[in-house]
């Protein structure tokens, strides 16, 4: 996406006399991300599209996929009353959106220490800020709340808003989790060094172990190197950097021996293609081609 946001930026102030607003230019901008669009297409043919056929002042087509009035309003003056009584609503909308103290919430200060607390990942797929926008997410949606904006979660009701109910997400993931599913990924297992068992044991704690095999395990491989990788980026020191360096090689030489490739015949790999067309190390950066 980040080759077209420059020419749609550009494209737009063109069009506009030279300026835009901000606002503006972020609504051309998702025009062109098939992302965004399939979610709220997804929302369209849910409650819109429910609503509005059931009281018969939309028809739709499947044939074409296009939605229509039942009854277009020919009268210019009565188009003009009808429009301003919509913006009238949105603007109610916006308005009440702006005053609620658990949306202001949520975006400030709980955001903040829930993204401190995910090191600023999702917590689904470990992308990092850095790479990919992060949204705060419901974990029991709030669709399920009740009259009273609360949810039945962790044998009790909470407000749908309060920070146990909410977790990091990362923008494509939250767009593709579905309204029922009610996953705290922030509780979700995972793959961890062989030691880890004999370690908690030793400190006089109790842990349940799963022993995974298989393709059960190259998946949870693959999820710990993300995991490692969103650690590594989100680290800020030099030492921090090193022994995420340290983990992500670790998993790294799992996956090779899953492979048929134990370290040494790894190790012997990436000296050979070394060889053959050199490292990372000069930072070549090669500009496109025209």
Not at 122 to 143: A, E, F, K, T
Not at 152 to 159: F, M, N, P, Q, V
Not at 160 to 187: E, I, M
Request: proline residues 3%.
């Amino acid at each position: 996406m980040t080759d077209v946001y420059q020419p749609v930026v550009i494209r737009e102030l063109l069009s506009n006399g030279g300026s835009s607003s901000k606002s503006r230019l972020a609504a051309s901008l998702v025009q062109y991300d098939a992302s965004v669009q399939e979610y709220y297409q997804r929302i369209l043919m849910r409650w819109p599209k429910a609503t509005l056929t059931k009281h018969g002042i939309v028809s739709y087509d499947r044939a074409t996929e296009s939605f229509a009035l039942t009854c277009f309003p020919d009268d210019d003056e009565v188009r003009q009353e009808a429009t301003a009584l919509c913006d009238l609503k949105i603007e109610q909308w916006i308005t009440r959106k702006r005053g609620d103290p658990s949306v202001a919430g949520a975006a400030s200060s709980v955001r903040y220490e829930l993204l401190k607390e995910a090191k600023g990942c999702c917590r689904l797929c470990g992308i990092h800020s850095s790479v990919c926008p992060l949204d705060i997410d419901h974990i029991i949606p709030q669709s399920r709340a009740n009259k009273a904006g609360k949810v039945y979660r962790d044998d009790r009701w909470i407000d749908v808003n309060d920070r146990s109910n909410l977790q990091v997400l990362c923008f494509r993931c939250n767009r593709a989790k579905r309204d029922g599913d009610t996953t705290d990924f922030s509780r979700r297992s995972k793959l961890v060094r062989d030691r880890i068992p004999e370690i908690i044991s030793a400190q006089g704690r109790k842990a349940v172990f799963d022993q995974l095999h298989g393709s059960n395990l190259m998946d949870a491989l693959r999820d710990k190197l993300v995991e490692e990788h969103a650690e590594f980026i989100a680290a800020e020191t030099g030492s921090e950097r090193l022994l995420e360096l340290v983990d992500m090689y670790e998993v790294v030489a799992a996956i090779a021996s899953k492979l048929g490739f134990e370290e040494d015949d790894f190790q012997s790999l990436v000296r050979k293609k070394r060889t053959e067309r050199g490292s990372f190390s000069k930072g070549l950066f090669l500009r496109p081609q025209h």
